[in-house]
């Protein structure tokens, strides 16, 4: 173990540009639940009951029941230390750039968080899955911030476009559909000119998301895993840090910023 995270930080700190993934692991030890795995979200609903454009179109108050209890829910979670070391990493080292499966926002508070009175753009993550916090008007498409008191009732409760009364929904990417080409497609050319891509807690096996270690890859770059079971990704990693996100990654960055300043 000690091994690995020797490696991984020398390769962090020779790194010029750094590439991030994260998936539900890293959100974990804020109290999220990951999809897969015991406990997982994915083991109690079935995704294609809550996670489709049918769904939606047969059930659009269910749909929402479910969106709007996770959006109440992720709100009282806190990023934990994971996010704010990686917001700390992408603040300080521009050539730094963070995606996320995730849609719960929490990259987006650290990053705001860690800015304090600076400007925290730069620690955003290009969130590849959407953000649940935000609303998609399924009619013309207009992105809105979305509320938290949701009136799941009745389907005429639901909430409505201000601008043309389409239904609206989650800014979530559900299964089947494709996700936003500018941010997967900025995703890719980060990934193909990094250094370094480090993957933190995710199975990696949603794609087009988990193409991202593997064009890093391809293209000559190493993989660093932080995840505490193995992924189909290990095989191709150059460290794997076998542990929690909240511990390993903050291990392995601050170490990386202080030789950075030196
Ligand atoms: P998964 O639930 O598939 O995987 C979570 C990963 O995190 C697993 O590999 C766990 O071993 C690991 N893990 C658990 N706790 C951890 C911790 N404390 N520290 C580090 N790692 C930990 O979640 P994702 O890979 O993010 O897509 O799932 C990918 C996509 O599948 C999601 O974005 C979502 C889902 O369906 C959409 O909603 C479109």
Request: hydrophobic share 40%.
């Amino acid at each position: 173990m000690i091994g690995a995270l020797e490696r991984a930080h020398t390769l962090v700190g020779d790194a010029e540009r750094i590439v991030v993934l994260t998936g539900a692991g890293v959100s974990a030890e804020s109290g999220v639940p990951t999809f897969r795995g015991s406990g997982g979200l994915w083991k109690s609903r079935r995704p294609e009951e809550l996670a489709t454009p049918g769904a939606f179109a047969r059930d659009p108050r269910l749909v929402w029941e479910w969106y709007a209890s996770r959006r109440t829910f992720v709100s009282g979670c806190v990023p934990n230390d994971a996010h704010l070391a990686l917001a700390r990493l992408a603040l300080t080292h521009s050539a730094t750039t963070l995606i996320t499966q995730n849609v719960d926002g929490l990259h987006h508070r650290a990053a705001e968080a860690v800015a304090r009175d600076e400007d925290p753009t730069g620690a955003y993550p290009l969130e590849v899955h959407g953000a649940i916090h935000r609303d998609l008007c399924s009619s013309c498409g207009l992105r809105t911030p979305g509320r938290l008191d949701v009136d799941t009732t009745s389907a005429e409760t639901l909430p409505r476009c201000d601008m043309c009364a389409g239904m609206l929904r989650p800014d979530v990417v559900w299964f089947g559909e494709a996700l936003d080409p500018g941010v997967i497609g900025a995703s890719f050319e980060a990934a193909r000119l990094a250094d370094v891509c480090l993957v933190v807690g995710t199975s990696a096996v949603v794609y087009p998301a988990a193409s991202v270690p593997e064009i890093t890859h391809q293209a000559g770059g190493t993989v660093i895993e932080i995840n505490p079971e193995a992924t189909p990704l290990t095989s191709m990693a150059a460290a794997s840090l076998r542990g929690l996100a909240g511990e390993l990654v903050p291990a392995l960055l601050a170490e990386t910023m202080i030789d950075r300043k030196r």
